[in-house]
């Protein structure tokens, strides 16, 4: 894995058919979609919490149980660093014996997925009854009725992992004491290693393809969603930031993507990435459709000089280039 690559970042939209992904508070009998308010309109959303397991499930799909902790009772997980690929990547909270609590930050940062067109217009309600069989009078309403909000969207989502921290942990050392009569410790922190080089790339790429593959949604049983990117943009950089998540954006509440956002974003991002073969390590993956202005998306991007391929040849053509 190349050494010089501090974040590997990834922002996307996904078009969904009708689904509720993620479930609010709701009531007795209503399963509510998760919404978020701006400018007096309802938007969807799934929650940071949510899309991180969906990660996490399609990663424990490729690892053996022993490489994959699941909480215990307490809601807390293994904390082994150097054998648990999950709490490496995704960081945990949780009692040690002899050790007390230890945190870790997750080297994994997700972002919740919103989705950008207004629920007003797009939100329908299905209903749902568990009625049982046997002596019922035909044509009577009875049973439990449950109605669920279903809607069409477009969301945004991203991902950035903080390279230099997966398989490695910050320690406090000793740097000197300061002169004089009462010298006075100070310290800094550096890296320590917990695992090797080739396995620090391996739980790398195993992240990377979870990103493509993540399926655990609820409420599949009935109405199998695909939530992974239709539109992609997959960067590596030599210095950490957050700035490429908000390349890609609808404009008007409706589902063409800003363009001249997108162009003014890539420009903002260049100096932040990586090169390879003389380019920008900027990939960008597209599927027809996705977007009103598909084209339009697709000339910015090549008139900023990043090859646009589809979204799985995107994310492959990015773990080439970092080596994983
Ligand atoms: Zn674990």
Redesign the pocket.
Known sequence: MRDDVKAVQLVWLSRTGLTNLNSGEGGSNLVDIKKYRFAGQEYPYVSGQAMRFYLKEALRRHLPSQA??VADDQGE????IRE?V??DLFG?MTTLPDVGAVTRVSPVKVSPAMGLVPLDGSLSLDFLTRRHRGAREAGEMTGDIVNVELAVNIYKGGLCLDVDRVGREEERYLLGQTEGKRPKPFYSVRFKDHIDADERARRVGLLMDAVQDFSDYSKQARLLTDFTPDVVLVGLQHNYSHRLQKALETEGGNARANVVRLAQVLEEVRPDLTEVDGQPALWAGLLEGSVDNAEEVRRVLELAGVPVVTPRQAIAAAKAALGV
């Open positions: 994959a902790c997980s293994c904390g082994r648990c999950l709490c945990f």
